[in-house]
Each structure stands twice: as C-alpha cells, then as structure tokens.
C-alpha cells in the first residue's frame, strides 16, 4: 500500500510566513483601503547592483552563440566564481580551495538539505529562538519523536538562547552530534565574537561534534567581530559554513549561494565534503551560468562598494526601526550587524497578539517570535529590508501604539 512520509503529518499544517499571509489577506479584505507595510518577511527591495546586471546581461548574449554557450555547470560550480570566492575568504586570513565550495540556490536550501548527509541516529542541536528551517528540516528526516508541550520537538537539543542569555547559545549542557549556529543571528540580530566561537570549536572538536554555521549575513557585521567561522583555530575540522548572496546582493528573486566544506572535516573515516559533493551530484543540477556571472561581479572593486552601499541603507533602516521602538519604551535588539531587529513586546501580550496590535493599529506586518521556537514568544522581530520612505513611515506608526 502507497504512504507518505508520515514526519510531515508531524509539523505545523503550515509554515509560518504561510499564516502571516493568511492573516493579512483576511484584513486586506476587511480593509480593501488599507496601506501596509511589511516588514516581516526578510525579503529585499534595493534592486541588483549594477555591475551583476552588466555580468548578467552579457551572459545572456554569450548563451545565445554557439561559440560562447555553456550547458550543464560542474558539479561544484562555475571555476571563475569559485576563484572569486576563494579570493574573498582571502581577504579575511582564510584559505579554502576551491573544491571546498558548493554553489547552490540558496543557504535555506543547503541548510535544509545537508542533513541528508547525516545518519538518523544522530543527535541534533538547535538555537532557542532560531530559523525553523533548521527544526522542520529535521522533523522531515525522523530526527524528532513528537512536539512536546512546551513547544519544543522530542530528541531534538534546545540550546537557552534567550534574553538571560544575551541572546547566545550556550555550550550543551549534554551529548549533542550536529549543532546549528547562525551569527549574525535570525531572529535576534547577535553576532558571536572570536572567543565565543573559538569554545564552541573548541567543544565540537573534544566531543566529536560537527558545527552548521549559517553565515548567511555575514556582511552586515560592521563591529570587528568574525565574518567566518574559519577565522577561528580548528575549524576547518569540525564547521559547514553555509553563505547566500541574497540579502548581501539582492539575489532573494535569482538564487545563488555557496557552502564551504573543508576536505579535513572526517568523521567516522569519511570525507564530508566527499559525501556532501556525492549528494550534489545526485540531487542538484547546479546554478546558471547567467546567476553565477552576476555573483561573481559583486566580487570586483565596483560590486563590493554597490553590495556595500545597499547593505548601509539596510542597516540605516534596522536604526530607525531600533531608535524609533526604543523612543516609546521598548525593549529593542539587533540592528548593529544585522537588518534584523528583535523586541521584546509590551507587558499582557503575547506574540501573536503584538503581530495583531500593528497590524490593526499601524497596519504594519511584523513576525511574531513564537514562529522562531518556543523562547521566541513574548518577542517579535521587524526588518530593515524596507525603503527607506516605508520604514520611516512605519516607525511613525507604531510610534502611536496604545501600548
């Protein structure tokens, strides 16, 4: 007899962006005449740079000659964008060879899919509040019994996260095999410093441990803090860093990221990077040479100072989200090295009842923090992913809550 895979009878019957849209659509049509801004979803609105524009333009004339067309990508990846990367790691102290980086379409896709890798057995670290990708994707796979009272999946690790914690993770109070770690942080907008990321090195090499680095906003931080895990001593023996060009380059609407997996990271006797390029192979037929050529613009002299532009008007944006909450007496987070800023929601309300304050009352759409694990209720994360006009009139909006 068919069946399907009875995991997915486990998890919510719809994802969390799913109910946030459900929720407007129902005011929109309460409210045909309403303006709403939205500033939940962490998509972008700055358009491309212009030299990925270029690249890309004049990709698309080279795939329509004979003499300059490609097909099929390598398993890995275009070799130009590789070297392109390879030289950016450079730049930081860091040496990685190119057959140590998988391109992809996107870090949600690799972060998602590197369990595959993984035997069920397995047992699985997760930041409390943090991405649910990273907990539905291995309710997928069987690596969770059943959801708990509290919030929080069976034989999944829930690493204390929360206010108390400055919004870190803290070491595993008990066995853990894979951990997810995400700095800068989504929701809570925290980035780890070197001695933070060197304990947990430190900790995944003495215990067997392999670390999931999601450096996915990496270029938002501006403090001197670690932009890759590989900054750290030891890491190439025990951390995947996954990176996206999509909120760095605008590229939420083309796709194209990378994961670094360095060949010294073995467990067991075998490669990880080996396994992982098996996978690919398989699974994943790689990314357009037209995508792959507007990347590796974003890596010239001209596209990094356009990346660089963008991501300051993102972050000008996060600040006046932060200063703007915290001038009515708001407890507010992020917005330094990260587009995303995390409040804390007034007294007798919970998430989701924060999420319909704005939307009635400011017609602003926001995320609620329980979508992010159960220490994410009674917090509720904003982004600066905006214009800059929209962002402004929001904070004046929220600015009249009758809190």
Known sequence: MMTINPQFQKLQASYLFANIGKKVRAYQEEHPQAD??????GDVTRPLPAVSIAAMQKAVAEMGAAETFRGYPTDYGQIFLEEAIQADYALRGVNVSVDEIFLSDGAKSDTGNFGDVFG?????????????????TNVMAGRAGYLLEDGHWSDLLYLDCGESAGFLPRLPSRHADIVYLCSPNNPTGTAMNKSQLQAWVDWANENGAILLFDGAYEAFITEDLPRSIYEIEGAKTCAVEFRSFSKTAGFTGVRCAYTVVPKELVRGGVSVNAVWNRRQATKFNGVSYITQRGAEATFTQEGRAQVRETITYYLRNANVIKTGLQSIGLSVWGGVNSPYIWVKVPDGADSWGFFDMLLNQAQVVGTPG??????????????????????QTAVERMQTLDL
Do not use: H, M
Request: charged letters at 15%; proline letters at 7%.
């Open 370 to 391: 329980c979508g992010f694990g159960p220490a994410g209720e009674g917090y509720f994360r904003l982004t600066g992913f905006g214009t800059a006009e929209r962002t």
């Open 36 to 41: 709403i801004i939205r500033l939940g979803i």
């Open 120 to 136: 069920a057995g397995n047992v699985i670290a997760v930041c409390d509040p943090i991405y649910p990708v990273y907990v539905d």
